[in-house]
């Protein structure tokens, strides 16, 4: 059996997420305390209609008791057999988290009449930690829409091909933010920039005038190679320690040219080599 363990503060789209795996076939439970996984599963494994998929959300509305001993409960869960289990964590900026609660209305589960919602989320940061810390992929839901979250889901984790490795490939902007996911991130602000060259600047990355653009430059070429030799020497590595998944950031000053052309590059690259290869431009979306 397949086991999606799904986390994160709250307003990062937990909801949406559980949403998107049960449309795929999981059996879906909400706020589930902690301390019962290991007998969920136990009775789960034994029955004789049981899913082949489970994905369970575990977040701040457990006891707080219950939270600090998720890393026990997680090896027991290593013990059993006939389960495979992953640990999904959603995250998002803080200014976005106070903007979604904002929009809504809700009232945050830590909130009370000694914190406020900037407090509780921090709070609420703290408990979440040994599960963030655990976790095989994080996913910055900060830019991301409701649609874009499902298929990112759906694609990275409903998708994945079991026993390989989904590698994820973001282009971004540095004038934007650092994305809170990326296990790698490289900077290509030293290459030329289209930006300055009146006739490109309305394109991207995508756009052949760019990418002729960038093909012509000995330094752009050299920055993809180098990244291909670490990636592939290291990709290995990362597999034996059991790595799921790993997300490469790309980032360039806006987003828009270098590091979106670098992405799709090394994306096309890796997608002749392995399975579950895919590329995302933060900025474009």
């Not at 307003?11 to 290991?38: H, M, R, V």
């Not at 992953?86 to 904002?102: G, M, P, Q, W």
């Not at 703290?126 to 830019?143: M, V, W, Y």
Request: a negative charge.
């Amino acid at each position: 059996m397949k086991l999606v363990i799904l986390s994160g503060r709250s307003g990062s789209g937990k909801s949406t997420a559980l949403q998107a795996l049960e449309d795929i076939g999981f059996y879906c439970i909400d706020n589930l305390p902690a301390l019962l996984l290991p007998e969920l599963i136990q009775q789960m494994l034994i029955a004789p209609d049981r899913p082949d998929k489970l994905s369970v959300s575990i977040d701040a509305r457990n006891l707080i008791s219950n939270l600090s001993q998720v890393p026990t409960v997680l090896n027991t869960l290593a013990g059993m057999d006939d389960l495979v289990y992953e640990i999904i964590y959603l995250d998002a900026s803080e200014t976005t988290l106070l903007k979604r609660f904002s929009a809504t209305r809700r009232k945050h589960p830590l909130t009370n009449s000694h914190a406020g919602l900037q407090e509780a989320l921090y709070q609420e940061q703290r408990l979440l930690e040994p599960i963030a810390t655990l976790a095989d992929i994080r996913i910055d839901t900060t830019r991301l829409s409701l649609y874009e979250l499902r298929d990112s889901i759906k694609l990275r984790v409903a998708n994945r091909k079991e026993q390989t490795l989904s590698l994820q490939f973001e282009s971004f902007g540095f004038k934007h933010g650092l994305p809170l996911d990326l296990d790698f991130t490289f900077d290509v602000r030293s290459l030329p920039n289209p930006y300055w060259v009146p006739e490109l600047r309305q394109y991207t990355g995508n756009d052949p005038q760019v990418i002729q653009f960038l093909e012509q430059s000995p330094d752009a070429i050299d920055m993809i190679h180098d990244i291909v030799y670490f990636l592939e020497r290291w990709l290995p590595k990362i597999k034996q320690d059991n790595r799921s998944y790993l997300t490469v950031g790309i980032g360039c000053t806006g987003g828009q040219h270098r590091s979106v052309f670098i992405a799709e590059r090394l994306a096309s690259h890796f997608n002749q080599l392995m399975d579950n290869v895919s590329v995302r431009h933060r900025e474009l979306s």
